[in-house]
């Protein structure tokens, strides 16, 4: 019996998304740095909050090479500028389910000088399509305008793996809680 022993560098895979899903991560890192925030302020605001919300829009994902459908379903904590996520994105055909996740993000949230909400978060998800699982790494961007209870807004959307393909998208979202 011999063992085989393979010499120089492990090989793997590269992670960073293709096409539209890497203009989409572009633009919200572009967008991120772009934004001009300032502390959210203790003494305006309560120091903690928590928030139910929904989304759809469009979506595409590298398997398809198509423009679908997206979904999320969240719910959310915040502490000063602190945020953590729980939720559900998906993308979807009319009829047919293509890719979803389930997946826990942490990230900051800071207010505009216009009363822009602005997050940025990460993390790591479960992924999965009707025949196979994995994991993957969420990112999103979102913003989000209106009063301390209920907030219309925009969401940016990738989730980075290997295992079942990247995709991403962009939401329009309605947040309920307390929000600010």
């Not at 063992?3 to 989409?24: E, N, T």
């Not at 633009?27 to 925030?37: D, H, K």
């Not at 994105?89 to 000088?113: C, K, N």
Request: glycine share 14%.
């Amino acid at each position: 019996m011999s063992l085989r022993v393979r010499r120089g560098p492990p090989r793997v895979a590269p992670v960073a998304p293709s096409g539209r899903l890497g203009g989409l991560l572009s633009l919200a890192t572009f967008l991120a740095l772009s934004v001009n925030p300032s502390p959210v302020a203790a003494q305006e605001s309560p120091d903690w909050g928590a928030w139910l919300g929904i989304g759809f829009g469009g979506a595409t994902a590298d398997r398809t090479q198509e423009f679908e459908f997206g979904f999320v379903v969240e719910a959310g904590y915040w502490s000063s500028s602190h945020v953590v996520t729980i939720r559900r994105f998906g993308v979807t055909q009319i009829t047919t389910p293509v890719l979803a996740d389930t997946g826990l993000l942490y990230g900051h949230r800071f207010v505009t000088e216009t009363g822009v909400l602005f997050v940025i978060a990460g993390g790591i998800a479960y992924v999965a399509d009707p025949q196979e699982s994995g994991v993957g790494i969420p990112l999103e961007v979102g913003f989000t305008v209106g009063s301390a209870s209920v907030r219309p807004g925009l969401r940016m959307f990738v989730n980075l793996n290997n295992s079942l393909g990247s995709f991403g998208g962009i939401l329009l979202t309605l947040q309920l809680g307390r929000l600010r």
